[in-house]
């Protein structure tokens, strides 16, 4: 999010990310005209280009506001405060409370679907990298408290690990953002169980053990 966005005082900030977010749920972000966000929102063309570089780049800063408030929504999360008997079982809480808060606010599956055709779109889709450097800071923090506690495998290079890791996350976050209205109550309640398995296999320290007994096994 832009350093110069703190500098506009919160009720601006607000009535912009508002007419914004209609603006985009009404029209898509190909069809959102800035034009009309400004329109709403009392700002004028030459503030909006102070504070953002493009359509882009507001879109994104309003995909990190909303994240924000779905993080908020959900409750706090340490990843200092994981053991070894709750790490796997806690990913599944904070995955089914996530889910709650998605069903009650659908907007947020349009959104993400938004973000991710711009994400697709090879002149205008930098500025959703910030989200992926941010998601991946949270990904380091939670691989390397889970090597400490001896249930994340180390057999890998850690960059390897969290490489894949990351490339786990954004491939079920947009099966999710592309089938969300085709699911089931039960299988959106299934969801933290299996998403949080496939984590498990890719990650756990049980999964290098066996890699690495089977390769003792082979090579002996």
């Known amino acids: ?16 990310f508002e007419s914004a977010a209609e603006e985009f749920a009404a029209h898509g972000f190909d069809g959102a005209s800035l034009n009309r966000i400004l329109e709403k929102s009392g700002m004028s063309k030459s503030s909006l280009y102070y504070y953002f570089d493009d359509k882009a780049d507001l879109f994104t800063t ?33 995955y089914r409370r996530a889910i709650a808060v998605v069903d009650r606010n659908a907007w947020l599956v349009q ?4 973000f991710y055709r711009l994400r697709n779109d090879p002149g205008q889709g930098s500025a959703t990298g910030r989200l992926f450097l941010a ?4 990904v380091t923090l ?3 408290r889970g090597q400490a506690l001896g249930v994340v495998r180390t057999d890998l290079p850690q960059s390897l690990l969290i ?8 491939t079920l976050d947009r099966w999710v ?11 959106k309640d299934a969801l933290p169980r299996q998403h949080i398995a496939l984590f498990r296999s890719l990650m756990s ?5 066996s890699v690495s007994g089977a390769a003792a096994m082979r090579d002996g």
């Open 177 to 187: 953002v592309a089938h969300w209205g085709q699911l089931g109550q039960g299988e």
């Open 111 to 114: 959104f993400g679907g938004m």
């Open 135 to 138: 998601a991946r800071k949270w």
């Open 163 to 170: 490489d894949s890791t990351m490339s786990l996350l954004e």
């Open 62 to 94: 309003m995909i990190e506001r909303s994240l924000a408030v779905l993080f908020r929504e959900i409750g706090g999360f340490d990843p200092a405060a994981l053991d070894a008997d709750t790490f796997w079982g806690a990913f599944e809480e904070l």
């Open 1 to 16: 999010m832009s350093r110069r966005l703190d500098k506009l005082d919160a009720d601006r900030q607000t009535r912009l």
């Open 205 to 209: 320290a049980q999964t290098g053990a």
């Open 142 to 144: 939670i691989v390397e």
